[in-house]
């Protein structure tokens, strides 16, 4: 059974940062693409950032492009969300997962692990 786990998030400022990390118990993300997703309450699970098996390809949401940056070290079994220029609307639980590029990005519904609890961000005005 592979759960994902995310860590990294807190309360900051309008216009602070913070970086989420995101790994996988009981399997290695090696070889797959890993992506970020988020939800606020009382809105679905959206799409925010993915990278592919490499790190030499990514893909964002338009939301959050030129502000985010999603990175990953296969070595440490870990992909990155560095944040800044963090904005209220940014507030959620942001969730981590893995698939091919395509399930990410435009599915949302990758197959690699369990849902994780994901981590809370919270941006204050």
């Known amino acids: 059974q592979v759960q994902m786990l995310e860590s990294g998030g807190g309360l900051v400022q309008a216009g602070g940062s913070l970086r989420l990390s995101c790994s996988a118990s009981g399997r290695t993300l090696s070889g797959y693409a890993v992506g970020w997703f988020r939800q606020a309450p009382g809105k679905e699970r959206e799409f925010v950032a993915a990278?592919?098996?490499?790190?030499?390809?990514?893909y964002y949401a338009d939301s959050v492009k030129g502000r985010f940056t999603i990175s990953r070290d296969n070595a440490k079994n870990t992909v990155y969300l560095q944040m800044n220029s963090l904005k209220p609307e940014d507030t959620a639980v942001y969730y981590c997962?893995?698939?091919?590029?395509?399930?990410?990005?435009?599915?949302?519904?990758?197959?690699?692990?369990?849902w994780g609890q994901g981590t809370q961000v919270t941006v204050s005005s």
């Open positions: 990278i592919n098996w490499s790190g030499g390809s990514t």
């Open positions: 997962n893995a698939d091919d590029m395509q399930v990410l990005v435009y599915s949302g519904t990758p197959n690699f692990g369990f």
